[in-house]
C-alpha cells in the first residue's frame, strides 16, 4: 500500500452543478470508477452485481444513504456512508483501488469535476436509485429525524413501502453522527469496511491492509459496568432497569448530547453490521438491545417520544432482517420459509452472529412488554399521549412477532423470562469466551481468515 495514499477520507466537497438538460432534477448522482465485472454494489436496500454498464446510481433522494462492494469470492466488503441534501444536482465519484482493495477517492478535485462535467454522456447508463421501477419515492428529511405525529402518521407504512422502511430504518443517521462515531470530522463521505473495529481493540487492525473507522460506540463503560454487576446476584436487581444509565447520557452537562445518537448507533450499527458483516458492530448492536434499550424500563417515564422512536426502529429492523436479507440457509434459498420455523428466521447475518442472542431477544422483549405495562399501569390517568403511543407501537411489534410464532405473553415466554432472571451474568458473554479449536498454517495464521497481502 502506498503511503502516500489517504483512504480514511472521504472525498472532496464539492458544489451543486448545474443540470444537463437531458438530467432529470431527481436528486443526486454516485458515479463509480474502474469497478471491475463481477463485483456486487449494494445501494441501501438493494444489491447488484457489475456488468460493464453499471457506472454508478442517479436520482438518488434526500436522505442518508449507503453504498458498499465485495470483490468476487471475497468475504469482506467496505463502502460509504453519506448524505444527500435537498438541493439536487451534486456528484459524488468514488473509484476501485485494485492494489489495497479498497473503494477510494479519486485523486484530484479537478478529476472528479471532470467526471462531473461529462455526466450528461454518461447520465442514461447510470442505474436508477429505486431500480424496483416505482415513481412515489418519498424523499427523507435530512436535517433532522423524521417528526413524531400521534395522528397523521400511518406508524406501520414502513411494512409495505421500500423507501419508508429505508426511512425507518436511517432518518436518525446524520452527518455529525457519522462524524462522531467514526471519528472523521472534514469529510463528506464515511468509509467503514467489514473489519472495522471499535475504538480501543486497534489490535484487530493487523488482518487488514486499509484501516478505515475506529467506532466510537456510546455505553463503552456501561457495557463493562454491567457485566460485573449483573454477575453479583446481591446486586442484579440495583442494575436490572437500565433507564439510569441512558438518563446520565442524555443529561450530560459538558456538550449538549442529541437523544437521537441512540437511535443513530442503533441504526448504524445494525445496517453496517449486517451488510457488510461487520463483527464490532453486531455485537453493539446486541448490546444496546439487550443491555440497554430493552432494560430501560422507566424511559418512557422521562423520554416517550424516543421510547417511541427506539421501538419502531427495532420493529423495522426485524421485519427487515426477515424480509429484505437473504438467508444463510440454502434450503430456505430455495424453499422459503419452513413452517416448522417459530419466530424470526434464525438463519439470517445477525442472528447467526451469536445464536443465543436470538432467544435472548424473545426472553427481553417478552420483559420489557410486562414491565412497559407496569410502569404505565402506574400513572393511572396521568399517562399522556406520547406513552400511551410507546404502548400502542410496542403492541404493533408484539403483534408483528406474534405472526412469526413468538407470543410474548405466553407461559413459555414467562417461564423463559424466570430462566432468564436466573441466568442474567452467567450467560451473558459465555459463548463469546469459550475456547475453540482451530487450524493454523504454515505461519501459525488461523485458516480462513481475510487476508488482503495474498
Not at 485494485?98 to 477510494?104: C, D, T
Not at 415513481?135 to 428529511?141: F, G, Y
Not at 473507522?213 to 446481591?234: G, I
Request: charged share 25%.
Amino acid at each position: 500500500m502506498s503511503s502516500t495514499a489517504r483512504y480514511d477520507e472521504g472525498g472532496h466537497d464539492m458544489p451543486p452543478l448545474a443540470q444537463p438538460s437531458s438530467q432529470p432534477d431527481h436528486g443526486d448522482v454516485f458515479l463509480l470508477l474502474s469497478l471491475p465485472q463481477d463485483f456486487i454494489v449494494g445501494h441501501d436496500d438493494m444489491a447488484v452485481t457489475t456488468n460493464e454498464s453499471l457506472l454508478g446510481f442517479r436520482d438518488i433522494p434526500a436522505g442518508t444513504h449507503f453504498l458498499w462492494v465485495q470483490q468476487p469470492g471475497a468475504t469482506s466488503r467496505n463502502g460509504y456512508w453519506y448524505v444527500t441534501q435537498e438541493q439536487n444536482g451534486r456528484v459524488h465519484v468514488k473509484q476501485w483501488d485494485k492494489y489495497n482493495e479498497v473503494l477510494s477517492s479519486v485523486p484530484s478535485l479537478a478529476e472528479e469535476r471532470h467526471q462531473a462535467e461529462n455526466l450528461e454522456s454518461i447520465y442514461p447508463k447510470l442505474k436508477p436509485y429505486d431500480m424496483r421501477g416505482a415513481s412515489n419515492r418519498t424523499p427523507a428529511k435530512t436535517s433532522q429525524p423524521l417528526p413524531f405525529s400521534i395522528g397523521g402518521r400511518n406508524e406501520l407504512s414502513f411494512t409495505t413501502d421500500p423507501a419508508k422502511m429505508w426511512q425507518q430504518l436511517t432518518h436518525a443517521i446524520s452527518e455529525p453522527f457519522l462524524a462522531r462515531i467514526t471519528g472523521k470530522k472534514s469529510v463528506d463521505a464515511w468509509l467503514v469496511d467489514s473489519a472495522d473495529c471499535a475504538a480501543g481493540e486497534s489490535y484487530r487492525t493487523q488482518y487488514k491492509s486499509v484501516q478505515s473507522s475506529e467506532f466510537n460506540f456510546l455505553f463503552a463503560q456501561d457495557f463493562k459496568d454491567l457485566k460485573l454487576l449483573d454477575s453479583d446476584p446481591t446486586r442484579r436487581d440495583v442494575v436490572e432497569d437500565t433507564t439510569d444509565r441512558v438518563l446520565a447520557l442524555l443529561r450530560i452537562t459538558d456538550f449538549s448530547f442529541d437523544p437521537y445518537e441512540i437511535i443513530a448507533e442503533l441504526q448504524f450499527t445494525f445496517l453496517t453490521g449486517t451488510h457488510l458483516g461487520n463483527q464490532a458492530c453486531m455485537e453493539q448492536w446486541w448490546d444496546l438491545v439487550l443491555k440497554i434499550i430493552m432494560r430501560a424500563y422507566r424511559l418512557v417515564l422521562f423520554y416517550p417520544v424516543l421510547t417511541v422512536e427506539l421501538i419502531r426502529t427495532l420493529h423495522a429492523q426485524v421485519i427487515y432482517t426477515e424480509e429484505y436479507i437473504e438467508s444463510t440457509s440454502e434450503e430456505e434459498q430455495e424453499k422459503g420459509r419452513s413452517e416448522h420455523t417459530i419466530g424470526p428466521s434464525p438463519d439470517r447475518p445477525i442472528y447467526q452472529f451469536n445464536l443465543q442472542c436470538r432467544r435472548r431477544l424473545r426472553t427481553a422483549l417478552a420483559t420489557y412488554a410486562r414491565k412497559l405495562e407496569e410502569v404505565l399501569n402506574g400513572l393511572g390517568d396521568a399517562v399522556t399521549i406520547e406513552q400511551s403511543t410507546a404502548r400502542a407501537i410496542f403492541a404493533e411489534l408484539e403483534a408483528w412477532l406474534f405472526t412469526r410464532g413468538w407470543d410474548l405473553v405466553s407461559k413459555n415466554a414467562k417461564v423463559e423470562e424466570t430462566k432468564r432472571q436466573d441466568e442474567i451474568g452467567e450467560d451473558d458473554d459465555g459463548d463469546d469466551d469459550m475456547p475453540v479449536v482451530v487450524d493454523l498454517d504454515e505461519h501459525g495464521r488461523e485458516v480462513g481468515l481475510v487476508s488482503f497481502n495474498d
